[in-house]
């Protein structure tokens, strides 16, 4: 039976989401702007921050890329950590990943951040790095690439973004997160390297 973990997360997510839309001063209070945490010690910002979204294209996007990752990944989690020891991941993956931007701006009363990016990028580099060769499809192009060219792809678009700045969407959180997702996987079980390193040199696609 499919642990149900990634769906509540999902709708969890999405239910939140759909509150603070609704609720100005909802998503004031859940979003992460740092001095509420450096002042007024609402450490819960760190991950209240990911279960709301600027808009319905960024939920749609982001619980689409979870839903289709975040499956295959749970299911390699639970069978070693279990469903709590996944939900944790999850959860700490939304903190790790905006910790250095919250570091960043601890005193700019004029930064705010949310989404659930950093967190959907520790599970799919967690799937990536357990399925280098599969295919994973983007938006604007036909047909499937396989997932390690993309998470190539992704960490040096997120990196020249993150330095060229003036988007408005937070590539570090993007990075922190996939490598967060890359050590904890690897840590959770060390046979994952010897299999990417194995699987990287069979390619194949699809």
Aim: overall charge positive.
């Amino acid at each position: 039976m499919q642990s149900p973990v990634t769906i509540l997360i999902i709708v969890a997510t999405c239910l939140v989401s759909w509150m603070a839309f609704n609720n100005q001063r909802l998503a004031d209070r859940l979003i992460l702007w740092p001095p509420a945490i450096d002042r007024s010690k609402q450490y819960d910002r760190l991950i209240t921050h990911g279960f709301i979204h600027a808009d319905f294209g960024h939920l749609l996007f982001n619980m689409i890329t979870l839903f289709f990752f975040g499956r295959a990944v749970e299911e390699v989690f639970v069978q070693r950590i279990g469903m709590i020891g996944y939900l944790v991941f999850y959860l700490a993956a939304i903190v790790v990943a905006i910790l250095p931007t919250y570091t960043r701006h601890r005193h700019d009363s004029q930064y705010r951040s949310l989404g659930a990016s950093g967190a959907v990028s520790a599970v799919l580099f967690s799937y990536i790095l357990m399925s280098p060769w599969s295919g994973i499809y983007l938006f604007f192009i036909p047909i499937p690439i396989p997932a390690i060219v993309y998470a190539v792809l992704y960490v040096g678009y997120s990196i020249w973004m993150d330095r060229r700045g003036g988007d408005n969407i937070n590539h570090s959180a993007h990075l922190w997160g996939a490598g967060f997702g890359v050590m904890f996987t690897l840590i959770m079980d060390p046979s994952v390297l010897s299999h990417f390193l194995s699987q990287l040199s069979h390619p194949r696609f699809g």
